[in-house]
């Protein structure tokens, strides 16, 4: 059985949840093996194996940590080269993106972006041109490349030895054009990532600047707090947590849009949200076109009825 490469995506030996995703969909396409970047395997190796990874490749050394994607790239690269593997999965995010289209060029293969769906062939799907189109793909040349959105499969554990491989690829000096000088940890809120939360509760023009509502609804929720972008361009949120075409992009199990009329570039960003529930008081808004449920009201009277149900259930 063909090996697929997953990239692990993780902070400090923390594996995020996007990784268990990706290794669940590899088990569909053959034997996964995780990739893992950076320091901190001895806490994470143990994750990967819960979820399915039997080898885990490991590239820890200051050549590779240093610097941006471009020495990745040189690391994967070989490893495609070294195992033929069935498909590279790699996270939908700013980083991961950049990785596969450097890495797709490289090993001159076909590249598929933002797969909310991968299934056996390997084929994709996914949502483009704003949401205004479903596609299904397949790449038809070299290693198919995908990068995959978060909350695109349910996670299944599937429990294996995974055996660590130290990965020895020389870095080109070309890949060390960029540095980084200086990081430090993002500030936590105390609420989800909002790419891979599970529930996203974002507010619009309709709050006019009042966010306490949808802060109030999303902690009860345990969800990421979002923003349209009229909100954010107005300065009531940060541009983080925008979402929408020329933000970020969410695919959560549960969105609900507070006081959004839901212009295509906002629903560009939500559209394959899996239950979507709008709150608007006009009847006309845009948004109700996209959703599952539709409340007709003034979002500071159903939102606090709203958190109080779920604090009362």
């Known amino acids: 059985m063909a090996e697929v490469l997953v990239l692990v995506d993780h902070a400090n030996g923390e594996v995020r949840k996007t990784t268990a995703e990706l290794l669940t969909i590899a088990r569909r396409l053959g034997e996964p093996s995780a990739v893992y970047i950076g320091s901190g395997i001895e806490d994470a190796q143990g994750v990967l194996g819960r979820f399915g990874s039997h080898k885990v490749y490991v590239a820890d050394s200051p050549e590779v940590t240093e610097y941006l994607v471009a020495p990745q790239v040189d690391i994967l690269a070989d490893l495609i080269e070294k195992t033929s593997p069935a498909a590279v999965l790699i996270p939908s995010n700013p980083a991961g993106k950049e990785l596969a289209a450097r890495l797709s060029i490289r090993c001159e293969s076909g590249l598929i972006t933002d797969a ?185 009277q159903v939102l606090p009825q709203a958190t109080e149900a779920v604090k009362r259930g």
């Open 116 to 300: 909310v769906d991968v299934q056996a062939g390997p084929t994709t799907t996914q949502s483009v041109f704003a949401g205004s189109y479903t596609t299904t793909s397949s790449v038809t040349k070299g290693t198919p490349i995908i990068t995959v959105k978060p909350n695109s499969a349910p996670i299944e554990g599937s429990p294996a030895p995974a055996e660590i491989v130290k990965v020895d690829t020389a870095v080109s000096d070309a890949a060390k054009a960029a540095k980084i000088t200086d990081s430090k940890p993002k500030e936590q809120s105390g609420r989800p990532e909002l790419t891979e939360a599970a529930i996203v509760v974002s507010g619009g023009r309709g709050t006019g600047g009042d966010f306490a509502p949808v802060e109030e609804f999303a902690d009860a929720l345990g969800a990421a707090v979002g923003a349209s972008r009229a909100a954010v361009d107005a300065g009531w949120y940060p541009h983080t947590s925008q979402v929408g075409q020329t933000g970020k992009q969410v695919s959560p199990q549960l969105y609900v849009a507070a006081g959004i009329s839901g212009a295509i570039q906002h629903r560009a960003g939500m559209q394959t949200s899996k239950t979507i529930v709008a709150i608007n008081k006009d009847e006309e808004a845009p948004i109700f076109e996209l959703v599952d449920f539709g409340v007709v009201g003034d979002l500071f």
